[in-house]
């Protein structure tokens, strides 16, 4: 029987190699800044995101959160995170992606465990993302000409759900000068404090407005702290992911 040090080690070697999937530095693009980060609520846990460049064209961003805590949740995170990069330079569309990863979870994961993820392509030449939200909401995208948050809930199942024959054709949207993409997961809108009352989409919107003329990773970090400095004594109940993505303001 393994002892405690020994499955402390195996944990520790798991942490070690979920961190190590994630993206070590941001895509350079002329004309974008991202930032993207990961907070465990244990030494590992069911969040993901990846932010790649694909081609020279296009940065592949991915959030996903799987069902539960731990090594678990840690292997399902990174099987979709890994299915989803490896289509995407084997050339598959989009959709047809989503497709394949969602019906090979299906196979995979047990009874009541899922995956719920959004994930796209940004393409830097008309600044166009492109997306499936497969049971993760909300997605922020902060338009900078109206000072204005505009909100996207989920589309489709979490993955691993159900199995699909087909998929609707994805999302669209347009990031315009200034403009500010937030993929949030539900460890910061539903962070609570002591009177178990949530962080909230409306404070997240305030920040996000708040700091638009800020790098992005000053905001992603001013997000984080603000939801721990909200939930006072309460502790971190669920992993904490967050990405962020603005279009230069001076980009034409």
């Known amino acids: 029987m393994a002892s405690e040090a020994d499955l402390d080690r195996e944990i520790q070697i798991a942490h070690e190699i979920q961190m190590g999937t994630l993206p070590s530095f941001m895509p350079c693009v002329s004309g974008y800044d991202f ?12 969040d993901t995101f990846d932010i790649v460049a694909i081609d020279p064209e296009q940065v592949f961003l991915l959030l996903g959160d799987a069902t539960g805590h731990g090594i678990g949740p840690a292997l399902s995170a990174l099987q979709v995170q890994s299915m989803f990069r490896v289509a995407l330079r084997l050339g598959a569309d989009l959709d047809e992606a989503f497709l394949h990863v969602n019906n090979q979870m299906v196979e995979d994961l047990p009874d009541g465990r899922f995956v719920t993820a959004v994930f796209g392509l940004l393409n830097t030449l008309n600044h166009i993302f492109r997306f499936h939200s497969a049971g993760q909401g909300p997605i922020l995208h902060y338009h900078h000409a109206q000072d204005h948050c505009e909100w996207f809930e989920p589309t489709y199942f979490p993955m691993g759900f159900i199995d699909h024959e087909k998929m609707q054709k994805s999302m669209h949207l347009e990031i315009a000068p200034g403009d500010i993409l937030a993929l949030i997961t539900d460890g910061v809108y539903e962070y609570e404090n002591e009177q178990m009352e949530q962080f909230g989409m409306d404070r997240v919107a305030d920040i996000v ?4 003329d800020r790098p992005m990773v000053e905001m992603m970090e001013t997000l984080k702290a603000a939801a721990q400095s909200f939930g006072g004594s309460a502790p971190q109940l669920d992993d904490i992911t967050i990405v962020l993505i603005q279009r230069s303001l001076d980009q034409v």
Do not use: E
């Open 35 to 46: 930032a993207g980060r990961f907070w465990p609520t244990d030494r590992t846990g069911g």
């Open 209 to 212: 407005r708040g700091h638009r």
